[in-house]
């Protein structure tokens, strides 16, 4: 099942990353600048587990015991130290490492936000190959291109306060903090419902029954985030493509913006 889930994962989130790399104007990027997210978002799921490992000792010494918490606090904890704050912390610090790798090939704020979605897809897939080893989940599907959102509603920001910075405009602290806190809040609030709901496992019918509701109507927000945020992206292609973060004075990034406006 764990392959199964992977190719479908691999499948479905592969194509939606293709469709967005050749929808870059005036010509999108090369194979390598691509495949490096991807690669790193891997190594950021590996990452996610150290950090997790350690929240959990950080919480046992502070002797947080979620059993003895109220279902609903005990839920959104759990989402937050199981995956709201490891997992994104730890795409972000892949994020900035792969702007490190990319800075001299990174032209525009469109390409920023893809290695937001690259790094999304290669963690879903060894997510998903993860996880899939318990068995298949029809419901995962989805929310399988989840991480691939977190990962571009965090690069956007990202993006942004990089343009904002570069044109001596806006707030590039706001946007920094957007970056973190926008992607950590929807993560763990999409978890408690479903993954870490504590209704659903109360022994109580009544209440595993609301944990029921609550976890269906988790799934349909988290659907229409996706939907969206991929629906966002896809508008505003040229627009992003036309934020150039080339140095103002190159040659290069007026011909970028030249061919842009021509479009």
């Known amino acids: 099942m764990a392959i ?3 190719v479908l994962s691999a499948i479905i989130c592969g194509i939606l990353y293709i469709r967005m790399i050749r929808r870059e104007v005036p010509e999108h990027v090369g194979r390598a600048q691509a495949i490096t997210p991807i690669v790193l978002g891997v190594v950021s799921l590996v990452l996610s587990f150290i950090f997790f490992i350690g929240l959990g000792l950080i919480v046992t010494k502070a002797g947080i015991n979620m059993k003895e918490m109220a279902p609903v606090p005990a839920s959104i904890l759990g989402a937050f130290i199981l995956a709201g704050l490891p997992e994104e912390l730890a795409k972000l610090l892949i994020i900035l490492l ?3 790798i990319l800075r001299s090939k990174i032209r525009n704020a469109y ?3 893809l290695i ?9 897939m060894f ?3 993860a996880y899939g080893g318990g068995g298949a989940n029809p419901l995962r599907l989805l929310g399988l291109a989840a991480h691939m959102v977190f990962g571009i509603l965090m690069t956007k920001h990202l993006a942004q306060a990089r343009y ?4 001596n405009q806006g707030s590039p602290a706001k946007e920094v903090l957007l970056a973190i806190v926008v992607p950590m809040l929807i993560h763990t609030l999409y978890d408690a419902t479903n ?3 504590r209704y659903l496992n109360s022994g109580d019918e009544n209440l595993e029954v609301i944990g029921g509701v609550i976890g269906i109507i988790g799934i349909v927000i988290m659907v229409i985030i996706q939907i969206l945020v991929l629906v966002w992206f896809k508008k505003n292609t040229e627009k992003l493509c036309a934020m150039s973060l080339l140095p103002q004075n190159s040659e290069v990034s007026d011909t970028v913006r030249s061919n842009i406006t021509e479009q």
Do not use: C, P, V, Y
Request: aromatic share 8%.
């Open 111 to 113: 390409e920023i936000i």
């Open 164 to 167: 904002d910075k570069m044109m």
């Open 4 to 6: 199964i889930q992977l």
């Open 116 to 124: 937001g979605a690259g790094i999304g897809l290669g963690f879903t």
């Open 98 to 100: 792969a702007l490190r």
């Open 127 to 129: 997510e998903e190959f």
């Open 195 to 197: 993954a870490t709901n």
